[in-house]
């Protein structure tokens, strides 16, 4: 089991590393998916350069999903939908975004994110990603062997968001007086409470009137069935992959999303993720006795 603590590092093997990697895993297998729900080219190249051997197989359809239970094969067709959906909606808020004028754009704890590469980027928009030291080198090295270039401009900043990431990002060229388009997708179950809400202030600081944001509220982490999750560990650990979600996550009480921001003056939508499964016309997944964290709010604002 691995413990967090207010110094721990990763790569993209280990830790929360390790969890960049398995989403990147389901946005390949979501784009292999005959029913063309995403299109991320790079999804699948960037997880067989991680190489674990449990995404690779997941990959290749080569995972024996029986230690899952009966339900284990629709398990991860629920998987590959909620991640296409997940993807599909912050992909649209970044081409809104850029469709309202907005240049600049940042992706918070960034991991194998492609968008810099695959989305349709006016010209002039720049693209900051920031995640950690070894996150960074590791996908620029990939990118590199795979010959592809950023249709945005790209300026990586290697830093922990636990250091003076603002700071990093000021140095990097980021322009406060200018709107911003900012992504903190998949990141704040990993933050600590008082994190979570200090991530928002700073946000908040650093961003021009008109500027938006796109993250997840989970409502799921208030009373999250860590008995449940480790459960679903120990069957991912039959296959050789070993990863504690429970130790990686701050569960219990914290600000709820969406009105946290209203109180920051940000204009705030959410959106149900079996309302995006039934708008792209698929059903949403039953997910009773195997997920954990439950139904996840997708969230969009705008700041006043």
Known sequence: MVTRTDDDTWDLTSSVGATATMVAAGRAMATRDPRHLIDDPFA????RAVGIDFFVKMIDGELDTSPFGDE????????????????????????????????????????????????PWP????????????????????????????????????????????????AAGFDAAAPTAWLAEGLLIYLPPAAQDTLF????????????????????????????????????????????????????????????????????????????????GLQPPNRDGYDPLGEIVYVSATLR
């Open 44 to 47: 699948e190249p960037l997880v």
């Open 201 to 280: 202030d700073t946000i908040t600081t650093l961003s021009a009137p008109g500027s938006t944001l796109a993250t997840e509220y989970v409502p799921g982490i208030m009373d999250f069935d860590v008995e449940k999750a480790r459960e679903m560990a120990s069957n991912m650990r039959q296959h050789g992959f070993s990863l504690d979600m429970p130790s990686l996550i701050y569960p219990g009480p914290r600000s709820h999303v969406m009105e946290y921001l209203r109180g920051n003056d940000w204009d705030v939508k959410g959106v149900a993720g079996d309302e995006l499964f039934r708008h792209n």
């Open 123 to 170: 010209a002039g928009s720049v693209v900051y990603e920031i995640d950690q030291p070894q996150v960074i080198d590791f996908k620029a090295g990939v990118f590199a062997e795979l010959q592809a270039q950023p249709i945005a401009e790209l300026r990586t900043v290697g830093i922990d968001l636990r250091e003076d990431w603002p700071a990093a990002l000021r």
């Open 72 to 119: 284990g094969a629709d398990r991860v067709q629920a998987m590959i939908g909620g991640m296409a959906m997940r993807t599909k909606f912050f992909d649209e808020y970044f081409v809104a975004s850029a469709g309202a004028g907005i240049r600049q754009v940042v992706i918070l704890a960034a991991g194998l994110d492609s968008r810099a590469y695959r989305l």
